[in-house]
């Protein structure tokens, strides 16, 4: 019986407009048994009788029904049912271009020890799939340690918690009891996790993973008190992860810092972009935490000195850009 290689697992609810390009991005590089399993989260649509009927015959689909939870408890179901050696979470309106599947399997056929998969993304408009921008930017490639490649994805501030950023053994998801849980924000403590625990990692040249950038989504929607008190939540239970889950050494020192600064400042850049003031717990936090750590430049000086300039400065700049937008 020919092994798994891959299971890609998508949390699907109410996106009957955009899951067959999803999907069919992958069709055109998997054939059984690696396997896509749509998990159609309770959704109210179309959704579910749309991929029954354009995927139902295809022997690399499998589409699995579950109450309305969440994307992370969807993709927990999905991680159940998976028979690869490899998961990797795709959301379904984004899109995976061709060589994905190629390359995963030369990098694990040259270099079996090989536990995460990695590669950059990209980020295009709705209904202009031509028009993209950089999202992940890596820039070291071949095989590296897991943590110098989230130290350097830190630095570049292009690190993102996103499910769909890697492709992971299932073996370490499954020792290591990883699991999303939350139903939002689910994916932070998951995402540090695989980076933290995995051994070896690969990190592609090409670009794997299209990311869609639509109205009406959680990422392009505005947010109420609830969501940052819940990113903020998320943050700090995976800080303590990150602070317990290695050896103390120069490297660890350096992601601690690292981490703290770039969720620092994207929790900054999410006020301003909303249109809120920055919370005061999290003013207090940079106050606090930031205070731990040596700055270097004048950037970051600010930001753990005097955080209130800092954000001011910042809210400069975002009025600035939006005033061009509009």
């Known amino acids: 019986m020919a092994k798994t290689l891959l299971s890609v697992i998508i949390p699907t609810y109410n996106v009957e407009k955009y899951i067959v390009d999803c999907v069919d991005s992958l069709l055109r590089q998997i054939t059984a048994p690696a396997e896509i399993i749509i998990v159609n989260d309770g959704s109210t649509d179309g959704t579910l009788a749309l991929v029954q009927q354009t995927y139902g015959h295809q022997p690399q689909v499998r ?24 998961l990797f979470f795709c959301d379904p309106d984004d899109i995976v271009p061709d060589g994905f599947v190629a ?35 890596h820039e070291q490639f071949g095989l590296h340690s897991p943590q110098q490649v989230l130290s350097r994805l830190l630095r570049n501030g292009s690190y993102t918690s996103a499910a769909w950023n890697y492709a992971v053994k299932k073996s370490l998801v499954m020792q290591r009891g990883l699991r999303f849980v939350e139903r939002v924000h689910e994916d ?122 800092f954000i001011r400065l910042q809210k400069y700049k975002v009025d600035k850009e939006q005033k061009k937008i509009a």
């Not at 589409?63 to 994307?71: D, L």
């Not at 992370?72 to 998976?82: L, S, T």
């Not at 639509?214 to 990113?231: A, E, H, I, P, V």
């Not at 317990?244 to 350096?254: A, I, T, V």
């Open 63 to 86: 589409i699995i029904t579950t109450p309305n939870g969440g994307a992370g408890k969807a993709r927990d179901v999905g991680i159940e049912a998976a028979q690869g050696e490899f």
């Open 103 to 137: 390359e995963l399997q030369q990098v694990t056929d040259a270099h079996p020890e090989v536990d995460l998969f990695c590669f950059s993304s990209q980020m295009f408009e709705d209904g202009h799939e031509n028009n993209t921008r950089p999202k992940v930017r």
């Open 188 to 309: 932070h403590k998951f995402t540090l996790s695989v980076f933290i625990y995995a051994r070896q990692a690969w990190v592609s040249q090409h670009v794997y993973y299209s990311q869609r950038v639509r109205s009406g989504s959680l990422t392009n929607s505005r947010k109420n008190d609830d969501y940052f008190m819940q990113r903020y939540n998320a943050f700090m239970q995976t800080y303590g992860l990150l602070k317990q889950g290695m050896d103390k050494s120069p490297l660890k020192n350096e992601l601690e810092k690292a981490y703290l600064l770039h969720s620092f400042r994207l929790m900054i850049y999410l006020s301003l972009y909303n249109g809120t003031p920055v919370p005061e717990y999290v003013i207090h936090a940079i106050q606090f935490m930031g205070s731990q750590h040596k700055p270097v430049g004048v950037k970051e000086w600010l930001l753990i000195n005097r955080p209130r300039m």
